[in-house]
Nanobody
């Protein structure tokens, strides 16, 4: 099965930007939907953004207008561009894919994003 590896996290000041990458071990061109999730300490994991095979995107209300999800099928990589970051964006970010009709129950290490001055 396709393995996903997240990268690109780090420490950034409020108002700053980061770009996360999710590299897949195989082709993503036929995957129906891929997405980015995040989990902050003491909170449930939440879906932040998703992108379909055709390129349609959806975002959580909390990140609309600030985050952009995109993918490069040739590089088997999904990106999350995060702008105007806020302290409440601090979390471990994970990427995942839809298997069948639901998100796969297999999570990678994620990448830590910390927004702090």
């Amino acid at each position: 099965q396709v393995q996903l590896v997240e990268s690109g996290g780090g420490l950034v000041q409020p108002g700053g930007s980061l770009r996360l990458s999710c590299a897949a071990s195989g082709s993503i061109i036929s995957i129906l939907t891929m997405g980015w999730f995040r989990q902050a300490p003491g909170k449930q994991r939440e879906l932040v953004a998703s992108i379909t095979r055709s390129g349609s995107t959806n975002y959580a209300d909390s990140v609309k207008g600030r985050f952009t999800i995109s993918k490069d099928n040739a590089k088997n990589t999904v990106y999350l561009q995060m702008n105007s970051l806020k302290p409440e964006d601090t979390a471990v970010y994970y990427c995942n894919l839809v298997l069948g009709s639901s998100w796969r129950n297999d999570w990678g290490q994620g990448t830590q994003v910390t927004v702090s001055s």
